[in-house]
């Protein structure tokens, strides 16, 4: 199972019922606020006429997930990307990280945790939609595997050329996400980011970071040969100014690189 | 500049001619373009819910969303997640919850709707001529 969402920009009419599912179905407390929060995790907002979702977009290839320092955010295989409070540290690196600003921290409490939307995780493992898709009347939100919704979302653009721009977000931004909409106006004008990168983010780093242990082995080795180079050549000049000392020129207990050497040389 | 009116006729009789069919055509385009710019052509609304009639309730209530809701922003939120569930769990309706400010009572408060204790509204909600009370199902 590959789970997502499409989201239709133009069908949403900004009702609220999936807001209130949410509520509801993750036992947020109450009010629904404007914005997203920690206790919010989807609202509609309104961008001259047209409704826009906001909601966790679940990366293919999270950044979140890829950022945590100690394991609290999770891709699942099912698609949802998951968050486990009790792993938490508070670092709050995800927020920072996020590319649609998506977690949202408990600022108001003494020992805060992160928010964010869960893909109704419990319900999608046990094969029901998500709560929002379930109960929004205009079919704005709808649930699926997500190659199936993908296609679907570009055959509603090849059909009805006029009603959509010619872009499905989230097919390719970011690394591609879970969830995918459809809008009547450019991305841009809904409050999405416009530089956002058609490559995963994680990649990024992962291009530097793959290549550490490698370094890491190779500069030691090297570094480790010109030290040797060096204190052999010590070796050599204090054994030629001390003139005939063919013994050890340090001691008495040569060390076994030394003894090594002799034994090469002889 | 051309003018574009037929020959040998003055503004004013084209008016008289061709206005009223002017009108007409305007006032059709005006009718056509909110059908044409709707969003929600495809609204489904959750089926009515039937309130069963406890034993002293005068019958059975039947909520329609329909005559609940327009297609207006943040309408589902007047009811939804609270008093009501929007999942379906069950929510508790009665009279006495009403008269308190919750269930149905916040909006039938007697002002942004009729009272839920109303003596002459109970026919609005209740079906009077349902099955006697007791009976219905539990």
Redesign the interface.
Same mark, same amino acid.
């Given at each position: 199972m590959n789970a997502g969402l499409l989201f239709d920009a133009?069908? +949403?009419?900004? +009702?609220? %019922?999936c807001?209130?599912?949410c509520?509801?179905?993750n036992d947020l407390p109450?009010p629904?606020e404007s914005a997203p929060t920690a206790y919010t995790w989807t609202t /509609?907002e309104?961008h001259d006429g047209t409704?826009v979702r906001r909601l966790c977009m679940h990366c293919l290839e999270p950044t979140c997930v890829s950022v945590c320092p100690v394991g609290a955010l999770r891709k699942t295989p099912e698609g949802p990307v998951v968050y486990d409070a009790k792993r938490c540290i508070g670092c709050r690196y995800c927020i920072m990280a996020c590319p649609f600003g998506v977690p949202r921290y408990q600022w108001d409490r003494a020992l805060p945790v992160v928010g964010k939307c869960v893909l109704c995780s419990p319900r999608v493992s046990a094969g029901q939609p998500t %709560?929002c898709a %379930? /109960?929004c009347?205009?079919?704005a939100t709808k649930f699926g595997e997500r190659p199936a919704l993908l296609a679907e979302a570009r055959s509603r653009i090849r059909e009805n050329p006029g009603r959509y721009v010619d872009r499905v977000f989230g097919a390719e931004e970011a690394g591609g996400t879970s969830v995918l909409m459809l809008s009547g106006v450019p991305f841009e004008n809904l409050g999405f980011r416009s530089d956002l990168p058609r490559q995963s983010l994680p990649m990024l780093t992962w291009q530097v970071l793959s290549k550490v242990p490698d370094f890491v082995l190779l500069a030691g080795a090297l570094l480790f040969g010109i030290h040797w180079i060096t204190r052999r050549r010590d070796e050599v000049g204090a054994g030629a100014t001390a003139g005939a000392a063919p013994d050890d020129p340090r001691g008495d207990a040569p060390g076994f690189w030394r003894r090594l050497w002799r034994r090469r040389a002889s | 500049m051309p003018r574009i009116i037929l020959p040998g006729w003055g503004v004013r009789e084209a008016i008289d001619r061709y206005g009223g069919a002017l009108l007409v055509l305007v006032a059709l385009a005006l009718a056509a373009l909110p059908s044409t710019a709707s969003?929600?052509d495809?609204?489904?609304?959750?089926p009515e819910r039937i309130l069963a009639a406890r034993a002293d309730s005068p019958g059975p209530v039947t909520f329609r969303h329909e005559t609940h809701?327009d297609? !207006?922003?943040? @309408?589902?939120?007047k009811c939804?997640?609270?008093p009501f !569930? @929007?999942?379906g769990?069950k929510s508790a309706v009665t009279h006495a919850l009403m008269e308190g400010g919750g269930a149905c009572g916040i909006c039938h408060d007697g002002r942004a709707s009729f009272g839920a204790s109303d003596p002459d509204a109970c026919a609005v909600c209740h079906d009077m001529e349902g099955p006697p009370p007791g009976e219905g199902p539990p």
């Open positions: 133009t069908k +949403c009419i900004g +009702c609220g %019922a807001s209130a599912a509520k509801e179905q109450l629904i /509609v309104e409704f %709560a %379930a /109960v009347p205009t079919g | 969003t929600n495809d609204l489904r609304l959750p809701t297609p !207006s922003p943040g @309408i589902c939120l939804h997640p609270r !569930s @929007i999942l769990r």
